[in-house]
């Protein structure tokens, strides 16, 4: 069997005039834990939707473990596990019972799932508050009840749309906890707007807009698509930095530079330009220099053109 858990292939949906997704071609690893981030409207749930069997594809294909998305809907379904956008807990059922009915639909047996289900309370930090309504629980301990939902069944491939999406930090870390010790036993798939997160949780992100692959790779490997240009912060003590500031902005190879008080930063071309930067700062009061590392957010900024919107 080949070793990627979701495929597409040249997949397309658009809503009357619009594109929505646009010949989208995609792998994703087994096992591994993969960001798709995109501003709004992207496409992400669209395309959640469609690999989730929710809606059809307008053309290509696409496929979960093997399996056919327009073929093979009813043994997709059986494999995997959604954490839709929206909370969509049954509000008349207790916690316990939303959880149960989703095994039950699942067709399993309750000497099977009654263990499960107290396992999935128990790590989702839920035990106390099972016999209540999710109506009276916070956003947070919903959002934990949604997760152990899609996971009663065992999935192998597990889907989170915007998994942390109006949580405090505290809730999000959490879910994140969690989510890396699902790492390896099964296919994870999360759409996020947050970098930190997508850092935080993925081997690989691909980034999307306008329905389109803008790139995919690892974190640490987007980062290096970014120019070889590096970034150095050089603080001066006293007033240096207006005469020294000047003396660099003159040199070949800084090729942009700006002055904060007594901070300059400098791009140079390279990083060996730096000790032409060290020759010419020789006796100068300098404080520190610092090398600016560059942050997922960069990638972002200069691929789509936009920050990242919530
Ligand atoms: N049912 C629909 N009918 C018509 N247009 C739709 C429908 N669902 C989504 N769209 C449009 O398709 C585009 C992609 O929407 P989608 O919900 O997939 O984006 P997204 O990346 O999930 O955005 P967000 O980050 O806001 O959740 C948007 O322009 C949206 O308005
Ligand atoms: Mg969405």
Redesign the pocket.
């Given at each position: 069997m080949s070793t990627a858990s979701i495929v597409t292939r040249s997949l397309t949906k658009s809503?009357s005039s619009?594109t929505?997704l646009d010949s989208f071609n995609l792998e994703v690893d087994r096992g591994s834990i993969f960001g798709m981030l995109?501003?709004?409207?992207?496409?992400?749930?669209?395309?959640i939707r469609i690999l989730t069997t929710l809606m059809r594809q307008s053309s290509g294909e696409a496929s979960i473990e093997g399996f056919d998305t327009l073929l093979s809907g009813r043994e997709i379904r059986r494999v995997i596990g959604v954490v839709s956008?929206e909370n969509s807990l049954d509000r008349y059922l207790t916690a316990r019972e939303n959880l149960e009915l989703h095994a039950r639909l699942h067709g399993m047996e309750r000497r099977f799932y009654k263990t499960r289900i107290d396992e999935l309370l128990e790590l989702m930090g839920l035990t106390g508050r099972q016999q209540d309504f999710p109506d009276t629980f916070s956003g947070g301990m919903q959002r934990r009840l949604v997760i152990a939902r899609a996971l009663v069944h065992k999935p192998q491939v597990l889907f989170l749309d915007?998994p942390t999406t109006g949580l405090d930090p505290q809730s999000r870390r959490t879910v994140w906890e969690y989510v890396r010790s699902l790492a390896g036993s099964m296919t994870i798939f999360l759409?996020t707007?947050y970098l930190e997160e997508a850092e935080h949780l993925c081997d690989r992100i691909a980034i999307m807009d306008h329905g389109r692959l803008i790139t995919v790779g690892s974190i640490q490997e987007l980062k290096d698509r970014l120019s070889g240009a590096t970034i150095y912060e050089i603080e001066f003590s006293g007033d240096g930095a207006t005469h020294y500031a000047a003396l660099l902005g003159s040199m070949s190879c800084v090729m942009n530079i700006s002055r904060m008080e007594n901070k300059v930063t400098v791009t140079l071309e390279c990083w060996e330009c730096l000790s032409e930067i060290v020759t010419a700062l020789n006796g100068a009061p300098v404080r520190r220099i610092l090398l600016k590392e560059r942050t997922l957010e960069d990638v972002f900024i200069s691929l789509t053109g936009k920050k990242v919107r919530e």
């Amino acid at each position: 069997m080949s070793t990627a858990s979701i495929v597409t292939r040249s997949l397309t949906k658009s809503y009357s005039s619009l594109t929505a997704l646009d010949s989208f071609n995609l792998e994703v690893d087994r096992g591994s834990i993969f960001g798709m981030l995109g501003p709004n409207g992207a496409g992400k749930t669209t395309l959640i939707r469609i690999l989730t069997t929710l809606m059809r594809q307008s053309s290509g294909e696409a496929s979960i473990e093997g399996f056919d998305t327009l073929l093979s809907g009813r043994e997709i379904r059986r494999v995997i596990g959604v954490v839709s956008q929206e909370n969509s807990l049954d509000r008349y059922l207790t916690a316990r019972e939303n959880l149960e009915l989703h095994a039950r639909l699942h067709g399993m047996e309750r000497r099977f799932y009654k263990t499960r289900i107290d396992e999935l309370l128990e790590l989702m930090g839920l035990t106390g508050r099972q016999q209540d309504f999710p109506d009276t629980f916070s956003g947070g301990m919903q959002r934990r009840l949604v997760i152990a939902r899609a996971l009663v069944h065992k999935p192998q491939v597990l889907f989170l749309d915007e998994p942390t999406t109006g949580l405090d930090p505290q809730s999000r870390r959490t879910v994140w906890e969690y989510v890396r010790s699902l790492a390896g036993s099964m296919t994870i798939f999360l759409t996020t707007h947050y970098l930190e997160e997508a850092e935080h949780l993925c081997d690989r992100i691909a980034i999307m807009d306008h329905g389109r692959l803008i790139t995919v790779g690892s974190i640490q490997e987007l980062k290096d698509r970014l120019s070889g240009a590096t970034i150095y912060e050089i603080e001066f003590s006293g007033d240096g930095a207006t005469h020294y500031a000047a003396l660099l902005g003159s040199m070949s190879c800084v090729m942009n530079i700006s002055r904060m008080e007594n901070k300059v930063t400098v791009t140079l071309e390279c990083w060996e330009c730096l000790s032409e930067i060290v020759t010419a700062l020789n006796g100068a009061p300098v404080r520190r220099i610092l090398l600016k590392e560059r942050t997922l957010e960069d990638v972002f900024i200069s691929l789509t053109g936009k920050k990242v919107r919530e």
